[in-house]
């Protein structure tokens, strides 16, 4: 199955994803978070007054309709770009910002449809779009984040001109980001996928061909990944447990192209539209914290409107 061919069908895939049954991992392209009943913490700043002539006229800029933010994200790098970035940006802006932290990959969503947060950051829009269906959810994407990619790594072999006919290959075991891990074998032209199979759903019973390296893929948990490198010749290794091991992204030899799991803010579909939703979004997209992302997350895969990476073809 040629490149073209798989990356169109993710499109396709993605576009219409939600059915009823497939688990998708999502969240910061993590595989499925332990059970975990942990109350989410909170961080919640105290609205300043403003002390000078910019501070008032940045405070009559915010929705008049709206001084208080809650953003919810799962603690990490999602947190942090709230924490050092966004907040200080809305907060010139003359709102409040409240930041409300998670352990787990449900209870955000629940969050924001019950109107205990006003907008999270912390899902691919494969995850949310089956996450509200399967839930009854009114909820809607607005605008992607800096993302950890999916990546495959050295193990025994640090170059992919190492490849070898019998080579060893870990990739996680969790099904949807074992799909992941096929799809960029398939990138790669280590193996091929029956032609018209769901991307999204790949597993080994997909591939049509491995005959040319014959690989041994070994299945683990997504943690044990940067753990068990020496043991295989390549590692697909998903990206926030690659930057917790140690793993600079940038050491990836081959990061997945597409754009699918790059994350996604999320707010409630009546929300969409209200003035403070853009004031958000802008405080993502603006120069300061593209510049922010680009000196903290190297390596990490941008929002797609920054026009910084190539879309796969």
């Not at 073209?4 to 069908?9: E, F, H, I, L, P």
């Not at 953003?71 to 999602?78: L, S």
């Not at 190492?162 to 790669?188: H, I, Q, T």
Request: include cysteine; aromatic fraction near 10%.
């Amino acid at each position: 199955m040629k490149l073209s061919t798989v990356s169109r069908q993710v499109a396709t895939a993605f576009a219409a994803v939600g059915v009823s049954g497939f688990v998708l991992v999502g969240c910061n392209n993590t595989s499925a978070p332990e059970a975990n009943t942990q109350e989410p913490s909170s961080e919640t700043s105290t609205e300043a007054t403003p002390n000078s002539t910019e501070e008032v006229i940045n405070s009559e800029g915010r929705d008049p309709n709206k001084e208080k933010i809650v953003i919810g994200t799962t603690e990490g790098d999602f947190a942090d770009m709230v924490r050092n970035q966004v907040k200080q940006s809305l907060e010139a802006q003359g709102y409040e910002v409240e930041l409300v932290t998670f352990t787990d990959y449900v209870r955000p969503n629940l969050a924001l449809a019950d109107g205990d947060l006003d907008i999270n950051v912390f899902q691919h829009k494969p995850y949310l779009d089956t996450f509200k269906e399967e839930n009854n959810l009114d909820l809607v994407e607005v605008f992607q984040v800096p993302t950890a990619p999916l990546g495959i790594y050295s193990g025994k072999k640090t170059s992919l001109d190492e490849a070898y006919k019998g080579m060893s290959v870990s990739a996680p075991n969790d099904p949807s980001n074992f799909a992941r891990a096929l799809v960029m074998m398939n990138d790669l032209g280590w193996i091929t996928l029956k032609e018209g199979i769901d991307p999204l759903k790949a597993s080994k019973s997909d591939i049509a061909d491995n005959s040319k390296y014959d690989i041994k893929i070994v299945e683990l948990e997504a943690a044990q990944l940067p753990r068990a490198r020496d043991e295989v010749d390549f590692a697909v290794i998903n990206g926030n447990y690659a930057t917790d091991s140690g793993i600079k992204l940038t050491e990836a030899l081959f990061q997945e192209p597409s754009f699918a799991y790059v994350n996604w803010s999320a707010v409630k579909t009546a929300d969409k539209d209200q003035p403070w939703v853009k004031d958000v979004t802008n405080a993502y997209n603006s120069d300061d914290f593209k510049a922010y992302a680009h000196n903290t997350f190297p390596g990490y895969k941008y929002p797609k409107i920054w026009g910084e990476q190539p879309e796969a073809k």
